[in-house]
């Protein structure tokens, strides 16, 4: 079965941290993806990982742990446009290359 | 090439009419999906093309929904029958073949059915 799980919401302060946390069980695996969506808009691209560790791109990081199920997105210095929805994606090639998605994580920063 | 483009943009229906949207994706990619999203979920998968080849479908799609990308390049999403259950956005998207391969969607065709 395909099951992505991330938390529906969270909150943070400008200029802080936040972690979002996605655990996901599909029938393959080939990749996860982090895509950012502004209400009203499409989802753009983050991040990419394919093998375990962390990957950094600039404010933004990306870890995995395929033998967990896991990933975490990690936001540094938050900035009041970095409030969106945050959505975890996997990539399963099980009769093609389709991309499953999470319901996404909306991430409210405030003042 | 200015991205992935869909169209129309917006749609109001009447339930039982069938609707259209067509998806122009980048030029050089070479994948192309069609999704579904409604308010505070995740993009749905519904379909995905390699080239003019349609490898899979969703379980979730109805017979009343049809794709086609008939030359490998633009594709259309047709819905039969409309009901207010399809009211939703569409959004298309196309990836290229390199590793990584990242979705870049377009700015999607919201449908909504009366």
């Known amino acids: 079965g395909q099951n992505i799980d991330q938390p529906t919401e969270m909150t943070a302060t400008e200029g802080a941290i936040v972690q979002i946390n996605c655990t996901y069980q599909?029938?393959?695996?080939?990749?996860l993806f982090w895509y950012q969506q502004h209400a009203g808009e499409a989802p753009t691209f983050l991040s990419y990982?394919?093998?375990?560790g962390l990957e950094e791109k600039g404010r933004f990081s990306s870890f995995l742990s395929r033998s967990k199920g896991y990933s975490y997105l990690l936001l540094k210095e938050l900035q009041m446009k970095d409030s969106a929805s945050y959505l975890c994606?996997?990539?399963?090639?099980?009769?093609?290359?389709?991309?499953?998605f999470g319901a996404g994580t909306r991430l409210f920063v405030k003042a | 090439d200015t991205g992935v483009s869909q169209d129309p943009r917006h749609k109001i229906t009447k339930r039982g009419q069938n609707v259209t949207f067509r998806c122009d994706p980048i030029?050089?990619?070479?994948?192309l999906y069609w999704y579904r999203q409604t308010l505070g979920q995740g993009p749905e998968f519904l379909t995905y093309?390699?080239?003019?080849?349609?490898?899979?479908k969703s379980r979730l799609l109805s017979d009343r929904f049809s794709a086609e990308r008939p030359k490998g390049s633009f594709s259309t999403l047709e819905i039969q029958r409309t009901e207010q259950g399809d009211s939703a956005m569409y959004l298309c998207?196309?990836?290229?073949?390199?590793?990584?391969?990242?979705?870049?969607f377009g700015e999607g065709s919201r449908l909504t059915v009366l």
């Open positions: 030029s050089e990619h070479n994948r």
């Open positions: 994606a996997v990539r399963d090639p099980t009769g093609g290359f389709k991309t499953i």
């Open positions: 599909t029938s393959g695996f080939n990749g």
């Open positions: 990982n394919v093998l375990d």
């Open positions: 998207a196309s990836s290229s073949g390199t590793s990584s391969g990242e979705l870049f």
């Open positions: 093309f390699q080239n003019e080849a349609q490898l899979e």
